[in-house]
């Protein structure tokens, strides 16, 4: 059976019908197997704006900053930036992998984070930086940072 996803949005006036449909759906599982039914809050994914404001002027910041440069310096930051913010995992050789990024989960499937996690990271990345003494400015508010 393939997976089936239902959205409650807050308020809509397609919530009884929704919330049915889920259950209906749930009813017709075939009882001779084991299923795992997840309810989460939805958030919506991370902001194009979100990801511009962290490449473009938080981690551009931080290479002006420290005398990186390029692609390869920016893609390695972005990876200690996630390890430091999701946590670190052994990879292959006993080298550190961050747990997850901003792009793929803890096994290594597409999920992209949402746009509360991407603000939180946002604001660990300027108190890292700030530890380092360099300003990261918060990106312009016309660009939705926060959720």
Request: net charge neutral; glycine share 8%.
């Amino acid at each position: 059976m393939k997976p089936q996803t239902y959205q409650l949005n807050a308020n809509g006036p397609e919530r009884d019908g929704v919330r049915q449909r889920a259950h209906d759906f749930i009813d017709r599982l075939p009882p001779d197997k084991s299923w795992v039914v997840t309810i989460a809050p939805f958030h919506k994914k991370r902001s194009v704006d979100q990801n511009a404001a962290t490449f473009g002027l938080a981690y551009k910041t931080i290479m002006e900053a420290t005398g990186l440069e390029g692609e390869v310096d920016r893609k390695r930051l972005h990876h200690d930036f996630c390890g430091d913010f999701f946590g670190w995992a052994t990879g292959p050789l006993g080298h550190r992998k961050p747990v997850r990024t901003t792009t793929t989960n803890e096994r290594g499937e597409r999920d992209v984070i949402d746009t509360v996690t991407m603000a939180r990271m946002y604001d660990f990345i300027q108190r890292k930086a700030a530890e380092f003494g360099i300003d990261v400015p918060d990106p312009d508010p016309m660009h939705g940072r926060f959720a």
